[in-house]
């Protein structure tokens, strides 16, 4: 299974997020009936930061879709979604699924560094994995097949089914566009530009 396929499956979540909306206290975001704490995302954003000042990496040589904390909650609800997707769906992927796409890109290193240019912190790579793996088997399964038509047909189902399970923010981290991505505000984080969300196929794979 290729890096490439398997991203693909996590870009269709973008369309089916949603800006923001009345939360309980406490909550980052919801994700259909589950929520994100404010906890869960402040230790992801350190464990993200911690990573990037091990492998010395500077900031601003990573594009994330907005500030750390953004990208961080972004990835947080993709992988929320669609976990809960693939429960609805049956679809279930082991551990050694896992382990056998992490060795096919050349190791946990490897894939650590390249999902960490993507906000995901170090503690989330297995649950990314995890999902993006699941929504991959998802798009071909709905799809009835692995081949360009099929993996269209694939993906506008599964974009479907994600939508069942709607995403709010809570705006106190900024404003979330489903097309154009966070939007730029000097009101949160380092105020970085919006991001366009990608449409599926644009998103390189790990190197």
Do not use: H
């Amino acid at each position: 299974m290729k890096a490439q396929r398997v991203l693909l499956a996590m870009v269709v979540a973008a369309a089916t997020l949603t800006a923001c909306g009345p939360l309980q206290v406490g909550a980052a975001a919801t994700v259909g009936d589950q929520r994100i704490t404010s906890e869960q995302l402040d230790s992801g954003v350190r464990d993200f930061q911690a990573a990037m000042t091990a492998a010395k990496i500077p900031a601003d040589q990573v594009q994330l879709p907005g500030s750390v904390p953004q990208a961080v909650l972004l990835q947080l609800a993709n992988i929320n979604q669609f976990t809960q997707v693939a429960v609805n769906n049956g679809v279930i992927i082991s551990e050694g699924d896992i382990d056998t796409f992490i060795a096919q890109q050349g190791g946990k290193a490897a894939v650590d560094q390249a999902l960490l240019g993507r906000g995901v912190p170090p503690s989330l790579v297995r649950d990314w994995l995890r999902a993006s793996i699941g929504a991959q088997q998802m798009i071909t399964k709905l799809g009835g097949g692995s081949d360009e038509a099929a993996t269209a047909a694939g993906q506008q189902k599964l974009a479907v089914e994600a939508e069942k399970i709607p995403v709010k923010f809570n705006p106190r981290y900024g404003t979330f566009d489903p097309t154009q991505g966070w939007i730029a505000s000097t009101r949160f984080g380092t105020g970085a530009p919006a991001v366009p969300v990608p449409a599926p196929g644009e998103v390189p794979p790990p190197s």
